[in-house]
T-cell receptor
Framework: DTEVTQTPKHLVMGMTNKKSLKCEQH?????MYWYKQKAKKPPELMFV???????INESVPSRFSPECPNSSLLNLHLHALQPEDSALYLC?????????????FGQGTRLTVV | GENVEQHPSTLSVQEGDSAVIKCTYS??????FPWYKQELGKGPQLIID?????GEKKDQRIAVTLNKTAKHFSLHITETQPEDSAVYFC?????????????FGQGTILTVHP
């Protein structure tokens, strides 16, 4: 199983709402990532978790709050978002190694903030 | 800093022709260079990758070459087919050991005309 599963596939939320994005993998990977992708742009790294610990935060605003409850799950909690946060949010996982391991991406959550 | 430049931004070819996409990277310590294909509404899918101890790798109609001295790598697709039409991203792994982080090029929109 080389699949990374993201839910929901689509999400529309108001600026005062609180919602969560979920990501799951069962490949035994110990590094998990959140990327943000705007239309016609490349994915931009947001967070990296290694062994369930946050290791990289690319200066992401605090309205995005990541969580890694266990080695298979990764959440992204959303609160008080702005319309410009509308984007495709991608989750990825990699086997922790020497930095030369394949990253598997999920299909993404298409987020619209209204 | 961590930078990946990708060219061209758009590429249009006739079915059966070859397509070449080129990338350069900034960090000489980068050791892993994947290529992703992204279709509309989907997450990036790895199509081929190359590690710094290899100069060339081929998988059927797809090949990647790496020139570490010049810090550039290229994707070659031969005998293109309409289903090859998609956005292609190169990436480089920054951070050396452990997981590192993947930084993407700006993407190339490939259109294969029947």
């Amino acid at each position: 199983d080389t699949e990374v599963t993201q839910t929901p596939k689509h999400l529309v939320m108001g600026m005062t709402n609180k919602k969560s994005l979920k990501c799951e993998q069962h490949m035994g990977h110990r590094a998990m990532y959140w990327y943000k992708q705007k239309a016609k742009k490349p994915p931009e790294l947001m967070f990296v978790y290694s062994y369930e610990k946050l290791s990289i935060n690319e200066s992401v605003p605090s309205r995005f709050s990541p969580e890694c409850p266990n080695s298979s799950l990764l959440n992204l909690h959303l609160h008080a978002l702005q319309p410009e946060d509308s984007a495709l949010y991608l989750c990825a996982s990699r086997d922790r190694g020497t930095g030369s391991t394949e990253a598997f991406f999920g299909q993404g959550t298409r987020l619209t903030v209204v | 800093g961590e930078n990946v430049e990708q060219h061209p931004s758009t590429l249009s070819v006739q079915e059966g022709d070859s397509a070449v996409i080129k990338c350069t990277y900034s960090d000489s310590a980068s050791n892993y260079f994947p290529w992703y294909k992204q279709e509309l509404g989907k997450g990036p899918q790895l199509i081929i990758d190359i590690r710094s101890n290899v100069g060339e790798k081929k998988d059927q109609r797809i090949a990647v070459t790496l020139n570490k001295t010049a810090k550039h790598f290229s994707l070659h697709i031969t005998e293109t087919q309409p289903e090859d039409s998609a956005v292609y991203f190169c990436a480089a792994n920054f951070g050396g050991t452990s997981y590192g982080k993947l930084t993407f090029g700006q993407g190339t929109i490939l259109t294969v005309h029947p």
